[in-house]
């Protein structure tokens, strides 16, 4: 007797970073999209989403670092921060 396996549930990724003063910043992070709504939604307007839908853990990390094939960021100098533009709870649960 077969025993069929329950079709796996494949979870999207997502690249966001924290807000402050309305303004973006910090270190890019990396986690699943269910983890990013339920982020969103217990505090929304402190996390700003770089990009969503993305296959895999491997790729959003790399992504996340600058890492994904082109050339690598320089460190030093100044960090850049920019303005957050207001946003619609919906659009931060992006559809993929």
Same mark, same amino acid.
Not at 29 to 50: A, D
Not at 80 to 95: E, F, I, K, N, W
């Given at each position: ?10 979870? +999207? ?11 973006? #910043? !910090? $270190?890019? *992070? ?25 296959? +895999? ?11 994904? #094939? !082109? $050339?690598? *960021? ?23």
């Amino acid at each position: 007797m077969k025993v069929l396996k329950s079709p796996r549930h494949v979870e +999207s990724w997502v690249i966001y970073q924290t807000v402050s003063k309305n303004m973006a #910043g !910090g $270190p890019h *992070r990396v986690c699943e999209q269910s983890e990013w709504n339920e982020m969103e939604m217990l505090t929304p307007g402190r996390l700003c989403l770089i990009q969503a839908c993305i296959a +895999s853990e491997a790729v959003a990390t790399r992504l996340a670092r600058g890492t994904c #094939g !082109g $050339p690598v *960021r320089e460190s030093s100098g100044p960090v850049h921060r920019r303005p957050v533009a207001a946003r619609s709870p919906a659009a931060s649960q992006a559809r993929c």
